[in-house]
């Protein structure tokens, strides 16, 4: 409080004898570098296509699994690990810390992507020719996305890269399993590690890019979990119709049995008798069959119940670490704000004192020269006149 009040006097005493004059000029700078208009572009558009990216794998996927019968559960998982294999593999390459490198991760996965369905690996999954033709119009607007950000030489550069990569580290199955590429991109255009990545943006910048994230993580979760279940449920061993048909044959039993009961109870004792010898094998088998089939349901339901448990923890941590990521930049920026602070009040005082003993110095100056006119200027006068008067005489 008391170095607060010092500051304002020596600001108020610095006002007043120096009026007119700008003693310094406050720039408050939280030396953080912002991206370029280039990088901010490049991120913004590369996020943007992997949103046409995901919904036109999922068009064409689900456009494919309607050309096969729902009992085909073959080609019925192949659509669906399409589906999934791909929004989680642009999803990690698109959504990058650096935006360069995002965008070389997402043109690299969308080449390697058309070329899986080229090859034979890819042809003989389906039928139809549509996931070629739908990643041959991925690889199109990938391309055009990358021209209209980047110059030409560099897009004819990096385009050749992403071939080359693409044929190099190529996919093998429908797992879409990702070979990064950025480092590769650096090492071929002489760029190092520490020139790559300078900047991460200011706040804004960096609260944008984890608000991206986590509406991402919100908006493909729920179709990532809903697939994933559906691929359980098609590859389950579990058969809901023979459980039925054995429901079935149970009932109609029970039902002929009380029937006969009811209208010939003079036989009881002997169909009693017959039941416990005829029927006792065909009840074990029901026993058997049912008690396999609920072993069987109980399993699948307890292997979706882990999956579903363990997305929601990999959810719950992904939105911590983006929470912690976030309270730390806001601490670092905190303390960055608070020492330039404390620097810039001890450049305030410094300034004000090294005005105010300039002031005081001009001031005693002042006051010599006019205790010198006051009784030294008479004398002189008296001495002058003097001098003339006798002169004259």
Known sequence: MYFNKAIGVLLTFAVMFLSGCSLLELKIDSQTTPLTQQELNMRVLTREYAQQFFIKVEQAADEVAASYPPEDTLHQSYTLLWKINAHQGLQSAAYQSSPMAGLIETWVFTYQMRDFFESDQGKVLFDSALPLEASEQLVAQIDE??????????????????????????????????????????????????????????????????????????????????????????????????????????????????????????????????????????????????????????????????????????????????????????????????????????????????????LIKSTVIYFVLFILVIFFAPLLLGYALGKRSANKS
């Open 145 to 358: 996305l990358a021209k209209a950000i980047l110059k030409s030489s560099a897009f004819s550069s990096s385009q050749s890269f992403v071939v080359e990569f693409s044929k190099a580290n190529p996919f093998v199955d429908l797992s879409f399993m990702r070979t990064p590429a950025y480092m590769a991109w650096l090492e071929a255009n002489n760029i190092s590690i520490d020139e790559a990545v300078t900047t991460m943006g200011t706040m804004p910048e960096a609260l944008g890019d984890i608000s991206d994230r986590l509406s991402l993580v919100s908006e493909q979760t729920p179709k990532l979990m809903k697939w994933k279940a559906q691929v359980v449920a098609l590859n389950s061993t579990l058969s809901g119709e023979q459980l039925t048909q054995t429901l079935e044959s149970l009932q109609r039993t029970s039902i002929a049995l009380q029937d006969f009961i009811v209208n010939n109870p003079e036989y009881m004792e002997n169909l009693a008798a017959q039941m416990a010898v005829k029927l006792q094998p065909l009840v074990n088998d029901i026993d058997a069959k049912t008690g396999d089939r609920l072993q069987q349901l109980g399993t699948e339901r307890q292997a979706l119940e882990d999956m579903v448990a363990r997305e929601r923890v990999e959810l719950i941590n992904m939105i911590e670490r983006e929470r912690t990521a976030l309270s730390e930049i806001v601490s670092h920026e905190r303390r960055q704000f608070t020492s330039e602070m404390d620097q810039l009040s001890q450049d305030v005082v410094s300034l004000a004192m090294d005005k105010l003993v300039e």
